[in-house]
Structure formats: structure tokens, C-alpha cells
């Protein structure tokens, strides 16, 4: 069981570390529910077994895997194996389903992995929309925040769910603010037996592709990035596609919208240092 255990930390480590923006020591060891000390005698593991680990001007640490696929790096049965580790000693994880579908990408293991994020996401939905039916507040359990880099409990007012179905659209109450959560970044829903009492509150914006909503300022981004932080951007803030195009002669990829914050996107600059520029 202890190496089950350190087998799923190291590989919580690894998604954390590919994750955009890159993080401080303080903030992965939090994240992986481990110690600072026991992060970098990972790393020194990681750094042994081939992962480039790297540092940005912030002195903050991600993984440049230079387009490294999983399967390069194991079989389909060894694949197999961590599934079934990770199923076992990680039930309650925040990580688990996005560890599994990972792995479980064009490998045999592929539609039992789909199928265990399909299950978790469908239970939030069912237990969101009935929130909403009944108008009641909702705890979104240990939520990441890619912005603060925080896992947190958020109490919230649902007020409905993207087309897509891969946001809500809530009005947090500690905050006082309409908020859009990214649903794969929720570990649970919890109703609570209280009625919404901010409903005057609840309008009907249209987020900016940070999930930020409508706000008496806006800004024109224009943002120049490599191909790298592209990937990166697109897997982090999937909204960002549409407004994305390649510019033919220098082959690297401009943002071009209209955001309500630039406090994404500087952030997220930050922890790929020398890749995005600001036009």
C-alpha cells in the first residue's frame, strides 16, 4: 500500500507540473497532500527517470515535456497496473478521473477510463440542475482554482450550466460575484437545505474566454504565444480556440479578444517565461 501511495503521488505530481501556470513548492506540496521536503525528493526522482523539471524567472517549477507522450514512457500493461493502483488508493482524490483519463488515451484501457469521468461528471450535473430546480445553495467541494492555484470549498448559488456542459454559472456568495467553475476541476457537490437569497443578483452574462464575466471595463488581449504555450493555453482555457489563429510568417499563435480581467492571462504568461508576448 505504501508504494501504491507513493506511486499516485508522483503521478499527481507529474499532472500538477505539466498543468499550466507553473507553481511554487508550497502550492504542489498542498496540492499532492504531501510535504515540501518529500516535492523535491520527488523531483530528484523525476530528474533521474528523465523528466525535464525546470524553473521559471519566479523560481516556480513545471515539467517541459517537449511533446513527451505517456505511452513512451510505459507499457499498456504497466499502464493497466497504475489504473488499478490509482482506483484503489485514491477514491476520494481530486485528481484521480483526470490522472485516468490521461493514461487511458489511445491505450486499450481508453473506454473504461472515458467512461469513469463520464460517471463523475453526470453525478455533478444531476446534482447541480436539481439544486437549481429547487433553488438552493450548493457547496462545489475541494474546487482548484487555476487563477489562485488553491483547492478550497466554494459555496455557491447555482444559476445555470454552459451549453457545453463544461461550466456552472453561479453566484459565489463570499464574494458577491458572478463566477464560472469549470466543472472537472469540482471533486463533489454538495446540496445544502438553504434557499437561494441572492436571486436580484443573478444576471445572465456572457463570460470572456478567462471565465471572467461582464464588467463596466473591458480590455482588448492581443497575445503572441509559441506553439508550447498554445497547447498549454487551450488545454487550460478551452474558450480560447475560437479566438486563436497562426500567423503564417512567424508560425506562432495570436490571441486575439476582448477579456473583463487581465489577471489570467498575465499569470498565466508568467509561467512560461520568454514564450508570450503582449501586443
Do not use: C
Amino acid at each position: 500500500m505504501y508504494n501504491q501511495n507513493k506511486l499516485l503521488r508522483l503521478l499527481q505530481l507529474i499532472s500538477v507540473l505539466q498543468a499550466s501556470p507553473a507553481k511554487t513548492m508550497k502550492s504542489i506540496a498542498k496540492l499532492i497532500g504531501s510535504t515540501e521536503r518529500t516535492v523535491y525528493r520527488y523531483l530528484d526522482l523525476l530528474k533521474a527517470v528523465g523528466f525535464n523539471v525546470e524553473k521559471d524567472t519566479n523560481h516556480k517549477v513545471y515539467i517541459d515535456n517537449g511533446g513527451l507522450d505517456i505511452k513512451q514512457m510505459f507499457t499498456a500493461d504497466e499502464i493497466k497496473l497504475i489504473q488499478e493502483s490509482i482506483l484503489v488508493v485514491a477514491k476520494s482524490s481530486p485528481l484521480k478521473d483526470s490522472i485516468i483519463q490521461k493514461l487511458s488515451l489511445n491505450n486499450e484501457a481508453a473506454l473504461a477510463g472515458k467512461n469513469l469521468l463520464k460517471v463523475h461528471l453526470s453525478n455533478l450535473v444531476e446534482k447541480i440542475n436539481l439544486a437549481i430546480q429547487d433553488k438552493k445553495v450548493i457547496v462545489l467541494k475541494k474546487y482548484y482554482s487555476a487563477n489562485s492555484q488553491k483547492i478550497s470549498d466554494r459555496q455557491v448559488e447555482p444559476i445555470k450550466l454552459t451549453d457545453n456542459y463544461t461550466s456552472l454559472v453561479a453566484f459565489e456568495i463570499s464574494s458577491e460575484s458572478i463566477k464560472y467553475f469549470n466543472l472537472e476541476r469540482i471533486t463533489d457537490v454538495q446540496i445544502k437545505n438553504q434557499g437561494i437569497t441572492n436571486e436580484s443578483k443573478h444576471k445572465d452574462v456572457n463570460p470572456d474566454v478567462f471565465g471572467f464575466g461582464e464588467k463596466e471595463k473591458s480590455y482588448k488581449l492581443v497575445m503572441k504565444m509559441s506553439l508550447r504555450a498554445w497547447l498549454f493555453l487551450k488545454d487550460e482555457y478551452p474558450m480560447t480556440v475560437s479566438y486563436t489563429k497562426k500567423d503564417k510568417k512567424s508560425g506562432q499563435y495570436i490571441l486575439k479578444t476582448t477579456v473583463y480581467s487581465l489577471i489570467p492571462a498575465k499569470r498565466f504568461a508568467k509561467g512560461l517565461p520568454g514564450e508570450i508576448e503582449f501586443l
